[in-house]
Nanobody, 124 residues
Framework: QLQLVESGGGLVQPGGSLRLSCAAS????????IAWFRQAPGKEREGVSC????????NYADFVKGRFTISRDNAKNTVYLRMNSLKPEDTAVYYC?????????????????WGQGTQVTVSS
């Protein structure tokens, strides 16, 4: 069973930064594109960012463009989400997910495997 484990969440003041990690276990991350999602209380889950298998292609939701950066270190079997200029509306549980991933595509084609999530709270 593939496993993804998120970490790095916490409480941060508006304008602050956090770096989330998504570590894979029991499989090699090289073969998978990875996506980050988030879900705030009372709201639907929304996509935040994706990164291709090689790391050469990324995309971002409009509401995080210019503030968040997704990256990966396949040697460490880990994907990162660097979040700068955080706003209260970024408060949510953040999840990484993956599934079938064609080489060259930025995002997975399916989301069969999910982490447990990590809480990010932006508040003064």
């Amino acid at each position: 069973q593939l496993q993804l484990v998120e970490s790095g969440g916490g409480l941060v003041q508006p304008g602050g930064s956090l770096r989330l990690s998504c570590a894979a276990s029991r499989f090699t991350l090289d073969y998978y594109a990875i996506a980050w999602f988030r879900q705030a209380p009372g709201k639907e889950r929304e996509g935040v960012s994706c990164i291709s298998r090689s790391g050469g292609s990324t995309n971002y939701a409009d509401f995080v463009k210019g503030r968040f950066t997704i990256s990966r270190d396949n040697a460490k079997n880990t994907v990162y989400l660097r979040m700068n200029s955080l706003k209260p509306e970024d408060t949510a549980v953040y999840y990484c997910a993956t599934g079938v991933s064609r080489y060259g595509n930025t995002c997975p084609e399916s989301y069969d495997y999910w982490g447990q999530g990590t809480q990010v709270t932006v508040s003064s």
